[in-house]
């Protein structure tokens, strides 16, 4: 637990006199800030607030604590205001969270380059796809694709992705290439399973700007896209996903892409990060870099003639 940053959730909890309240003027989960004062009673030993389903009050040693913790937060921004002008440096240690696919084929392999920039920051990252609470994980920086479900996080698209279907060479050499997705059925097509409704992804494409699905019968279907790329990759049929998913194989040769005159716009690639932090120089600059790396692999696709 930080126990200032507990403290300021507990004073905010005063201040707005309610939970609910205190989460939206912090950027934060209401079940944060219940966990994060719980957590602050435990490591004191007493009950700080009298809570019931209408009403909240003070203890005793609620009062006394309060005035304290407002006392130590105020010397801490003072501390932080008179420190800031030679706090301009990134330094220090930055939590990352990403998908496994956004961290093996662009963030890691650009990370030494930053870390020589940055000589004085650590980063720490972990590749989930699972939805986390930033402020219970620790978590600086968050990259995602799709909706930006958390209205308290500030948001940054950094690509924008498509639906790309695609084969090698081999195979559209031996079987043609389609017209139009209804021609999709003659093929063999890997499908992608989404792993816990255990349901076929639909197709997505676009005719006269307006979006429609398709859901060829397909060859195999699987649950693991870069297995799902690689089958296409060695001649198994024909596949559809994102281009942030693609671009690698696209850009070599390995595979090539179809209908692409009905190709449809996908989920962008976001990065987030907690309001309270937007100002801190190692997130700037971290944003900054994540922003490049997608906006440079952007530019390589579609090859220049």
């Known amino acids: 637990m930080d126990r200032l940053d507990a403290l300021k959730v507990f004073c905010a909890v005063v201040d707005t006199g309610g939970f609910s309240r205190a989460a939206a003027k912090l950027g934060i989960s209401t079940s944060s800030v219940t966990h994060q004062i719980g957590l602050l009673e435990t490591h004191f030993g007493v009950k700080l607030l009298n809570r019931t389903t209408r009403s909240m009050s003070l203890t005793d040693e609620g009062r006394r604590c309060v005035e304290q913790a407002r006392r130590l937060l105020d010397e801490m921004d003072g501390l932080e205001s008179s420190m800031g002008e030679s706090l301009h440096e990134p330094r220090g240690s930055l939590r990352v969270d990403m998908p496994g696919i956004l961290a093996q084929r662009y963030v890691a392999p650009a990370l030494p380059r930053f870390l020589a920039q940055y000589p004085e920051l650590s980063v720490r990252l972990t590749a989930t796809d699972r939805l986390i609470d930033m402020v219970d994980e620790g978590v600086d920086v968050m990259l995602r694709i799709g909706e930006l479900q958390d209205s308290s996080l500030v948001g940054r698209s950094i690509f924008k992705n498509h639906y790309i279907c695609c084969a090698s060479p081999d195979f559209i050499a031996r079987h043609g290439k389609p017209a139009h997705p209804d021609e999709l059925d003659r093929l063999p097509c890997l499908n992608f399973v989404y792993p816990k409704a255990r349901q076929l992804?639909?197709?997505?494409?676009?005719?006269?700007?307006?979006?429609?699905?398709?859901?060829?019968?397909?060859?195999?279907?699987?649950?693991?896209?870069?297995?799902?790329?690689?089958?296409?990759?060695?001649?198994?049929?024909?596949?559809?996903?994102?281009?942030?998913?693609?671009?690698?194989?696209?850009?070599?040769?390995?595979?090539?892409?179809?209908?692409?005159?009905?190709?449809?716009?996908?989920?962008?690639?976001?990065?987030?990060?907690?309001?309270?932090?937007?100002?801190?120089?190692?997130?700037?600059?971290?944003?900054?870099?994540?922003?490049?790396?997608?906006?440079?692999?952007?530019?390589?696709?579609?090859?220049?003639?």
């Open 201 to 305: 992804r639909p197709w997505l494409f676009q005719q006269d700007g307006q979006p429609f699905t398709a859901t060829p019968r397909g060859a195999v279907a699987m649950d693991h896209v870069d297995t799902l790329i690689e089958m296409a990759v060695q001649g198994g049929g024909v596949v559809q996903h994102l281009s942030v998913s693609l671009l690698a194989q696209l850009r070599s040769g390995a595979l090539a892409p179809l209908l692409e005159e009905w190709q449809a716009a996908g989920p962008d690639v976001s990065v987030l990060y907690p309001q309270r932090h937007q100002r801190a120089a190692k997130i700037k600059v971290f944003v900054d870099f994540v922003d490049e790396v997608f906006k440079s692999a952007a530019a390589s696709w579609p090859p220049s003639a």
